[in-house]
């Protein structure tokens, strides 16, 4: 039997998502992983088959109609989506069932017929709010995940080039599918699946391979523990080791790096003997930090997972080291990925100068990169924004460096040496980097081929562990640099010249609509900020906005409403609809709550009117409330005027 099926030959088959599976709940992560995995090997050979995966079905009750999926309905409802956004006309798709759930059946139902077009309500709607949102995410994703690229599924759908990756989904895109027995008890066997032990990751077998070629003990217990403290992306490295540990790799102030240190620690040093009562209390090590230390110390927490995890922050430091070696900024072939970098390559870095280079660039990473104070993942602190109708709970992202202080203890009359922690920055410096650094990631908020992050780490130098001393000038010089290229990558023309002929040119140019990169909205609201904070121009924003994951593309006049526009004194409507001065991010559960509401009605609502609005947004509800209206001649000038803010843009920023 082969259990090898194309998507094509899987969608002819009817399936049901019987009562006890969850709701779908893939979201932005999920699916920009899933297409650029697929589109990657697409573009590596499309030729080869690619798989993505096991589906285990049964067929109980439904004899040979239709199969109830046990394990795969996450990546079998997804590959439905993707094949309705694909609208491949000669493809005959069975039919996707939901046990007692009509309206995800009349969601699919509709999809069917070509209704795209979701109502607010369909959005409010908590089994539908997740499918609808992954059928807007497929259209968007950027499938290379570089910076300089637009290539998604409704540009190739735009521009009529869609056939070739389509003909590839369908046709070379492979699932494994196994039939379960008739007589399993599926219940008890889908309890199993959800609660089977968890195997070994790849980062923990690369781990092992790497520690292997040690032959020294004392190194090997070394190179265990750091490797397990730098594994622990949501706490600043230095928690994870005591006073005399941190002197020795962070120096007395605990905020410089001594690598050479790293191989002269000792079972002893890590916690790696037994203590006696006298040894316990004199208060000697008697693990990451003492009692005492613990109870002076400085808690420092906050959310590394939407920015990277450890897998992913392994695939960094391996470019960085490997640097001969093509390396993919992605996780997912971890092994696969080491496994590639020639030998020669491999052996000029020893396991121990490894450990270095992971310690340091985690370091780097602490010090230099913007975190969440709260475990705050991308839709949730879009909700956030808008249940926050008295006013917005900011997101407060940190940038800290640590420091050591000397602290009383007030029972034993000692000084102990304190973890605190303090801005990586000066003032003037600090809240600048951090509006600069969460734009970033807002933007490119996916853990793999995250540029900007090898970037900063990439600044700095692991055999000169005095780059960490750094300027904040300097830093906020090279970071700006690299986001002035990346909009360059863009290739978009500027429009220098005057005139209603250059004015239309320039809307046509930024006339994309929904498949405007999100880049560019983040990035002009971080020129309206610095140019209203820094240059002290008067733009009428928020300057105490923070950047939050926002995910969807508003119209401000809305495209249901493109009857009721007047001729374009630009050029036609729907260009004028689609331009960059109708355009502003929102997120997702705002946009289904203001989908197709009049302009002067969403600048009025009060829960879309608090002080964290984004600077761009925030200008156009400034115009639509002034003028009581929003139409043509505000988003003409508009436009005009955020076209001048991106020409101005290396003025501004210097």
């Known amino acids: 039997m082969n259990l090898a099926k194309n998507i094509e030959q899987v969608l002819s088959q009817n399936y049901t998502i019987p009562l006890y599976q969850r709701n779908y709940n893939w979201g932005n992560n999920e699916i920009t992983s899933f297409l650029q995995d697929i589109y990657h090997a697409f573009r590596t050979n499309p030729l080869q088959n690619y798989y993505i995966g096991s589906l285990i079905v049964f067929r109980g009750k439904y004899g040979t109609e239709r199969f109830e999926v046990i394990d795969g309905q996450q990546r079998l409802t997804t590959i439905h989506l993707i094949a309705r956004f694909l609208s491949i006309g000669n493809l005959t798709i069975g039919k996707l069932k939901y046990d007692s759930r009509r309206d995800v059946e009349a969601f699919f139902n509709g999809l069917e017929k070509g209704h795209i077009a979701f109502s607010a309500l369909d959005k409010e709607n908590k089994n539908l709010e997740n499918l609808i949102h992954a059928f807007e995410i497929i259209g968007n994703v950027n499938l290379e995940g570089t910076y300089d690229s637009t290539i998604s599924l409704s540009a190739m759908k735009l521009n009529g080039n869609l056939a070739d990756f389509s003909a590839y989904f369908f046709k070379h895109v492979m699932l494994v599918e196994v039939e379960m027995p008739s007589d399993t008890d599926v219940a008890s066997y889908f309890e199993i699946m959800n609660n089977r032990g968890k195997q070994l990751q790849e980062h923990e077998i690369l781990k092992a391979h790497i520690m292997a070629k040690i032959t020294e003990s004392n190194h090997r217990v070394v190179f265990g523990k750091i490797w397990d403290a730098c594994s622990e992306m949501n706490a600043p490295i230095q928690k994870f080791f005591n006073s005399d540990q941190r002197e020795k790799l962070f120096g007395k102030m605990y905020d410089e790096f001594y690598p050479n240190n790293i191989e002269h620690l000792v079972y002893e040093d890590l916690g790696e003997h037994s203590f006696s009562l006298v040894d316990m209390l004199e208060d000697k090590s008697f693990g990451p930090s003492?009692?005492?230390?613990?109870?002076?110390?400085?808690?420092?927490?906050?959310?590394?997972?939407?920015?990277?995890?450890?897998?992913?922050?392994?695939?960094?430091?391996?470019?960085?080291?490997?640097?001969?070696?093509?390396?993919?900024?992605?996780?997912?072939?971890?092994?696969?990925?080491?496994?590639?970098?020639?030998?020669?390559?491999?052996?000029?870095?020893?396991?121990?100068?490894?450990?270095?280079?992971?310690?340091?660039?985690?370091?780097?990473?602490?010090?230099?990169?913007?975190?969440?104070?709260?475990?705050?993942?991308?839709?949730?602190?879009?909700?956030?924004?808008?249940?926050?109708?008295?006013?917005?709970?900011?997101?407060?992202?940190?940038?800290?460096?640590?420091?050591?202080?000397?602290?009383?203890?007030?029972?034993?009359?000692?000084?102990?040496?304190?973890?605190?922690?303090?801005?990586?920055?000066?003032?003037?410096?600090?809240?600048?980097?951090?509006?600069?650094?969460?734009?970033?990631?807002?933007?490119?908020?996916?853990?793999?081929?995250?540029?900007?992050?090898?970037?900063?780490?990439?600044?700095?130098?692991?055999?000169?562990?005095?780059?960490?001393?750094?300027?904040?000038?300097?830093?906020?010089?090279?970071?700006?640099?690299?986001?002035?290229?990346?909009?360059?990558?863009?290739n978009i023309s500027e429009s220098s010249d005057d005139g209603i002929d250059s004015a239309s040119k320039s809307i046509n140019l930024y006339a994309q609509g929904t498949n405007t990169p999100h880049f560019v909205f983040n990035f002009i609201d971080y020129l309206l900020w610095v140019d209203s904070v820094v240059n002290k121009v008067d733009h009428g924003i928020n300057q105490n906005f923070d950047f939050v994951y926002l995910n969807s593309i508003e119209h401000h006049y809305p495209q249901v409403l493109l009857e009721h526009l007047a001729n374009s004194i630009v050029i036609e409507k729907k260009v004028t609809l689609n331009c960059l001065g109708n355009l502003c991010l929102v997120s997702r559960r705002a946009n289904a709550k203001l989908n197709d509401r009049e302009p002067i009605g969403k600048a009025g609502d009060q829960r879309f009117s608090s002080s964290n609005l984004s600077p761009k947004r925030k200008i156009m509800y400034n115009i639509t409330n002034k003028n009581k209206h929003w139409g043509e001649q505000d988003i003409y000038e508009h436009h005009l005027e955020m076209m001048k803010l991106i020409d101005n843009r290396v003025s501004i920023l210097s």
């Open 290 to 490: 003492s009692q005492e230390e613990q109870n002076n110390e400085t808690e420092e927490e906050y959310d590394s997972l939407p920015i990277i995890d450890f897998p992913n922050f392994l695939i960094h430091v391996l470019k960085l080291t490997y640097r001969n070696t093509d390396i993919p900024l992605s996780s997912d072939k971890l092994m696969r990925i080491y496994k590639s970098i020639p030998m020669s390559e491999i052996t000029s870095v020893s396991p121990m100068e490894f450990l270095k280079r992971l310690l340091f660039y985690r370091v780097v990473f602490d010090r230099f990169v913007v975190k969440s104070e709260y475990g705050i993942e991308d839709d949730d602190q879009e909700d956030k924004i808008l249940d926050s109708s008295a006013g917005f709970s900011r997101s407060r992202w940190k940038l800290k460096k640590p420091i050591m202080k000397l602290v009383n203890n007030k029972y034993r009359g000692k000084k102990y040496p304190s973890l605190s922690f303090q801005n990586t920055f000066e003032d003037r410096y600090q809240e600048r980097m951090i509006k600069l650094l969460t734009m970033l990631q807002v933007t490119y908020r996916q853990r793999k081929n995250k540029n900007y992050l090898q970037y900063i780490l990439g600044l700095f130098d692991p055999s000169r562990p005095q780059s960490l001393k750094i300027t904040a000038q300097e830093f906020l010089k090279k970071v700006e640099s690299f986001t002035l290229r990346q909009f360059g990558n863009l």
